[in-house]
């Protein structure tokens, strides 16, 4: 950015909260997919959502590409900087603005932390549903911008099902509210359009969450299978049956290696796979789910069952589960965590799939995922120091991708688009559709300033089309300065 | 129309399926909402998802406006055709393109009727969960088109919680295929915006809806009260206490009134306001809950409680319910039906406003209401033969709308914005928010003829702007020729 450019935001912001030296801006030129880097040209650090609305109209004014960040844990690559853009760090805008007990809302700003709104909420006995394994450390701006789910979105649904209202700075400067804490609406879901904008159509300032009551009651039960499709096949009975459990999560034998060595988790001695599910809701009903599903799992096989027996026990199968991605690292340099989902009637086949395509490849897979709505998070393990290693990963993760769309799943369920998949986007969607999705981001941003050369196929950001040495630089994906 | 347009229509569809006599036009000229008249120029009666497409397409060339029309049942006149353009009517895309029971899913075409689709699921012990008054009639397009409710959307939520997949026709010509049934998807919900468009954006052809399973067990009890905020309280004590019923409804003195006189359904002697209470779900946890209610109601001060003891006297309840609305015309020549949102702990204020209203202005008021929501259906009762009596009631209509949004509600709950309500937008939304709305409805519709002249403020439809006799034709919101 030229200094006179610079020089506009220091009409807004205290220079202070303008980071535009080489090792702050090292600090945001990645996010939680690793793999990429583009350094921007500035970091900005606004307080208020005014400073934010100042800020999107000068980019606006300046023609200026912006991303907005929150704790930039995005598994897409969604909060990439944009190499002659700037970034809008929005950690500081952490208020609760209000929680309305009786109502059950809560209007929180974007750099809210997830967990931050349950513990807001807790004394009322509420909780806020919506629950990414990497919720003690994202905002709910990220979230929103993702529609993020979680384990627990099985039975509560994604983020956008608990989006009441969000009042947002569009890239052209101008300040709207949608929906008003009520889940009537007028017209199309203008509110739900935002949700899952990957940034691309302005900044949320303002959210309102919706607000549930904590369940009375949990049963978790761990169960132990010697084969995943055993596991798989459980999975399919419990759904059958009826029951909604809270969450139905299964990791296999690589994933619970990880889980061992990093948190110390015990599983059932000779089990290849375990399956957790979660009943909740008031006591009595939880009493008799329970019998249930302990029927169904009994007759499923497991090599072993343990039922938490109190809140501490709860918290350890948690554990193991909500570490697994990162205790993966125990077992390899480097992986890509792929995010896709299949019809869950067809699990047992998907991960059949992915294990011959893990034999064929050499490359080890390691599954941990959210079984009850078919939504695999394949590991790929490989060695970024060896030559090629991260092309054939990714050439396997590509793979595995297809095969989600093939069997008429989808290419994310839950970490987005962002600059990793926008390639794939064509094998979801038709040229028309695209065509008409691109038309509706221009309603939004017609300069295409907001988080430009995500979500869409092709180059859009300028910084991103340049050649470089990388390979992935040559496939336009990441830049280098 | 002119002829020779007429005769473009004629390469498309037989001469017996293009409809331009005028008693033919007369058949279509209003709809639920029976206050306005437009005659369109014809009726042109497809059969296929590709005579839709083909229609659709000639008019994008033609710039001929268009109404997309199922069975005319929009309360908010979302249906009344355009002067000078054409109604697509799509009774005869009435099939069910395919029932999944394994999937939970029923894709259709957009003329199925509502109910059509849980007669269909039912042998799979399965149903469609959305239930607007008028579903023995009303279409699932229709549904589509403005996010209808009902009843039991307390539990389940509106229509656009039950589509998983919408293919369109756009009123560019393009065809898209948005939601592949799935939850999960990918950005922003692109399926989600379509579902409320009120016709302004395209024609829906292909539907996936979601199926539940029938509960195993219900639990309808009717209360009676002395007083309508007695019933409110009761509703507030329902909700405060956790319990998540499938419908809460409130019928006033003046609807009970009605009711039994058109279906002989009988109340509680020296009730003044009817409470329904429906749970559902497994019997056991129907058998819980059912203390819990019990307990809650006893305790708001009945003056009589009947639970419905087997399915027929359920059965009796919901007739008396779902009846009150035409029944209302036993009492009344005319009246409008309002549709506004407040929110659920605001019912009992909101319900002594409207009463003081009524009482101020000598006109009669009933109420039959989904009272879990806070969704208000005032009936507003006249006699279209007075001099201004229409004027009159239009006017305590609007005045109970802005009513609702001053205490934070909405000015429609499921009704849709139509014709009827599009003046009402400024009060909801910033100019430049319906500014934005535009850009995006501009992204399917540029030229402006999907369904013009709804949902917007102002005039659109040439054929609505000219000026006649009649104050609403001055107002440029109806059109006689």
């Given at each position: 950015?030229?200094?006179?450019?610079?020089s506009?935001?220091?009409?807004?912001?205290?220079?202070?909260?303008?980071l535009?030296?080489?090792?702050e801006?090292?600090?945001?030129e990645?996010?939680?997919?690793?793999?990429?880097?583009?350094?921007?040209?500035?970091?900005?650090?606004?307080?208020?959502?005014?400073?934010?609305?100042?800020?999107?109209?000068?980019?606006?004014?300046?023609?200026l590409?912006?991303v907005?960040r929150?704790?930039?844990?995005?598994?897409?690559?969604?909060?990439?900087p944009?190499?002659?853009?700037?970034?809008?760090?929005l950690?500081?805008?952490n208020?609760?603005?209000?929680?309305?007990?009786a109502?059950?809302?809560?209007?929180?700003?974007?750099?809210?932390?997830n967990t931050?709104?349950?513990?807001?909420?807790?004394p009322h006995?509420?909780?806020?549903?919506?629950?990414?394994?990497?919720?003690s450390?994202?905002?709910?701006?990220?979230?929103?911008?993702?529609?993020?789910?979680?384990?627990?979105?099985?039975?509560?649904?994604?983020?956008?099902?608990?989006?009441?209202?969000?009042k947002?700075?569009?890239?052209?400067?101008?300040?709207?509210?949608?929906?008003r804490g009520?889940?009537?609406?007028?017209?199309p879901?203008?509110?739900?359009?935002?949700?899952?904008?990957?940034?691309?159509?302005?900044?949320?300032?303002?959210?309102?969450?919706q607000?549930?009551?904590?369940?009375?009651c949990?049963?978790?039960v761990?169960?132990?299978?010697?084969?995943?499709?055993?596991a798989?096949?459980a999975?399919s009975?419990?759904?059958?049956s009826?029951l909604?459990?809270?969450?139905?999560?299964i990791?296999?034998?690589?994933?619970?290696?990880?889980?061992?060595?990093?948190?110390?988790?015990?599983?059932?001695?000779?089990?290849?796979?375990?399956?957790?599910v979660?009943?909740?809701?008031?006591?009595e009903?939880v009493?008799?789910?329970?019998?249930?599903?302990?029927?169904?799992?009994?007759?499923?096989?497991?090599?072993?069952?343990?039922?938490?027996?109190?809140?501490?026990e709860r918290?350890?199968?948690?554990?193991?589960?909500k570490?697994?991605?990162s205790?993966v690292?125990r077992?390899s340099?480097?992986f890509?965590v792929?995010?896709?989902?299949?019809?869950?009637?067809r699990?047992?086949?998907a991960?059949?799939?992915?294990a011959?395509?893990?034999?064929?490849?050499?490359?080890?897979?390691?599954?941990?995922?959210?079984a009850?709505?078919?939504?695999?998070h394949?590991?790929?393990?490989?060695?970024?120091?060896?030559?090629?290693?991260?092309?054939?990963a990714?050439?396997?993760?590509?793979?595995?991708?297809?095969?989600c769309?093939e069997m008429?799943?989808s290419?994310?369920g839950?970490?987005?688009?962002?600059?990793e998949k926008?390639?794939?986007?064509?094998?979801?969607?038709s040229?028309?559709?695209?065509?008409?999705?691109?038309?509706?981001?221009?309603?939004f941003?017609?300069?295409?300033?907001?988080?430009?050369?995500?979500?869409?196929?092709?180059?859009?950001?300028?910084?991103?089309?340049?050649v470089?040495?990388?390979?992935?630089?040559?496939a336009?994906?990441?830049?280098?300065e």
């Amino acid at each position: 950015m030229s200094s006179s450019a610079l020089s506009k935001f220091s009409t807004i912001l205290p220079p202070d909260r303008i980071l535009s030296r080489p090792v702050e801006l090292a600090a945001y030129e990645s996010d939680g997919l690793t793999a990429f880097h583009t350094r921007p040209i500035a970091i900005v650090v606004p307080e208020t959502t005014d400073e934010v609305i100042a800020i999107v109209r000068l980019c606006h004014e300046l023609k200026l590409p912006f991303v907005a960040r929150g704790s930039g844990t995005s598994l897409s690559g969604g909060s990439l900087p944009i190499a002659e853009g700037i970034v809008i760090a929005l950690n500081r805008l952490n208020r609760i603005v209000r929680l309305d007990p009786a109502q059950r809302i809560v209007v929180v700003q974007p750099g809210v932390i997830n967990t931050q709104v349950t513990v807001a909420a807790a004394p009322h006995g509420l909780h806020y549903a919506p629950d990414p394994s990497s919720q003690s450390i994202c905002t709910i701006g990220g979230n929103v911008a993702f529609n993020s789910g979680g384990a627990h979105c099985l039975k509560y649904g994604m983020t956008s099902n608990h989006v009441l209202g969000i009042k947002a700075v569009l890239a052209t400067g101008e300040v709207v509210e949608w929906g008003r804490g009520s889940r009537e609406r007028i017209g199309p879901d203008w509110c739900g359009l935002f949700v899952g904008n990957e940034g691309l159509f302005g900044i949320a300032l303002e959210i309102t969450l919706q607000l549930l009551p904590r369940a009375e009651c949990f049963h978790t039960v761990l169960a132990g299978y010697r084969t995943l499709e055993q596991a798989g096949d459980a999975v399919s009975a419990v759904i059958a049956s009826g029951l909604l459990p809270g969450a139905i999560e299964i990791m296999d034998a690589l994933a619970l290696e990880a889980a061992k060595a990093a948190v110390h988790a015990e599983y059932p001695p000779g089990c290849e796979a375990v399956l957790i599910v979660e009943l909740e809701g008031p006591r009595e009903v939880v009493a008799i789910e329970r019998e249930r599903l302990d029927e169904i799992l009994q007759a499923s096989q497991p090599v072993g069952m343990r039922p938490a027996r109190d809140a501490d026990e709860r918290m350890a199968i948690w554990k193991g589960r909500k570490s697994a991605f990162s205790a993966v690292g125990r077992l390899s340099p480097d992986f890509i965590v792929q995010d896709g989902v299949v019809p869950r009637c067809r699990l047992g086949e998907a991960l059949r799939r992915i294990a011959e395509m893990s034999r064929e490849t050499g490359i080890r897979v390691a599954n941990v995922f959210h079984a009850g709505d078919g939504n695999l998070h394949p590991l790929i393990l490989f060695d970024g120091r060896e030559q090629g290693a991260l092309q054939r990963a990714e050439a396997l993760a590509g793979r595995i991708l297809r095969m989600c769309v093939e069997m008429g799943g989808s290419i994310t369920g839950e970490h987005g688009v962002g600059v990793e998949k926008r390639d794939f986007l064509g094998d979801m969607f038709s040229a028309d559709e695209i065509d008409c999705m691109q038309r509706l981001r221009a309603a939004f941003d017609p300069l295409g300033i907001a988080n430009p050369g995500k979500m869409f196929p092709g180059k859009e950001a300028p910084a991103l089309s340049h050649v470089g040495l990388h390979p992935l630089e040559k496939a336009g994906v990441i830049s280098r300065e």
